[in-house]
């Protein structure tokens, strides 16, 4: 059994955002370290060295929408309701508080990490094995405007498939589009759609 399995929807879904943009940043800037990477999403504590209270809540504020832009309704609703209240704090209460936010987030970001880390192996190791799944299935569409966020849901998706037993491959498939409505153009759930079902119908009589 996967220690990936329990993980709920949400969590699964917070992991592929944040794989996602692991898989961004590694294609824009080369980025090596991948840990620093996670550090600087999820630590909201490096503000600790502000003496003002201005500079706190200013810094809390870009911190915490990096790691929201990965996590759940629920952690969010919870920095709305710190956020709403550090104004009202002690220089040392206002530290106090968001050191606890930035334990809740520890707690939290465990698996999520990990699985994000998991996905962005097996897609980083089979990128170019992905890419010509994706090309050979473009006949409709012009390869060489396809763009790089497509690319990477694809191969994410693929990733997935191939290699996460524990996620059915139509999950995968409708996490792709609904993530590809979201994060790329008008035009991208369409076509992460045709490529998706086009491998998948192949992959599955290859696997019977």
Do not use: C
């Amino acid at each position: 059994m996967s220690k990936f399995e329990n993980m709920n929807r949400s969590e699964k879904r917070s992991s592929r955002l944040l794989a996602l943009q692991l898989m961004y940043a590694y294609e824009i800037n080369k980025i090596r370290g991948r840990k620093s990477f996670f550090d600087a999403i999820f630590n909201v504590s490096s503000i600790n060295g502000s003496t003002e209270k201005h500079e706190i809540l200013s810094s809390f504020e870009i911190k915490s929408e990096m790691a929201l832009s990965v996590l759940p309704n629920s952690m969010y609703l919870k920095y709305e309701k710190i956020k709403n209240t550090l104004h009202e704090l002690e220089l040392d209460e206002m530290i106090s508080t968001i050191n606890q936010f930035q334990k809740d987030l520890n707690s939290y970001k465990k698996n999520i990490q990990a699985y994000a880390l998991e996905i962005f192996k097996f897609s980083h190791k089979n990128m170019e094995k992905f890419d010509k799944e994706i090309i050979s299935r473009s006949q409709n569409w012009d390869s060489t405007r396809i763009t790089l966020m497509d690319k990477l849901i694809l191969r994410l998706v693929l990733a997935e498939i191939m290699f996460i037993d524990h996620v059915p491959p139509k999950v995968s498939i409708a996490e792709g589009i609904e993530i590809a409505k979201t994060m790329s153009t008008e035009d991208s759930s369409a076509f992460v759609n045709g490529i998706l079902d086009s491998f998948f119908n192949d992959w599955s009589k290859e696997n019977k």
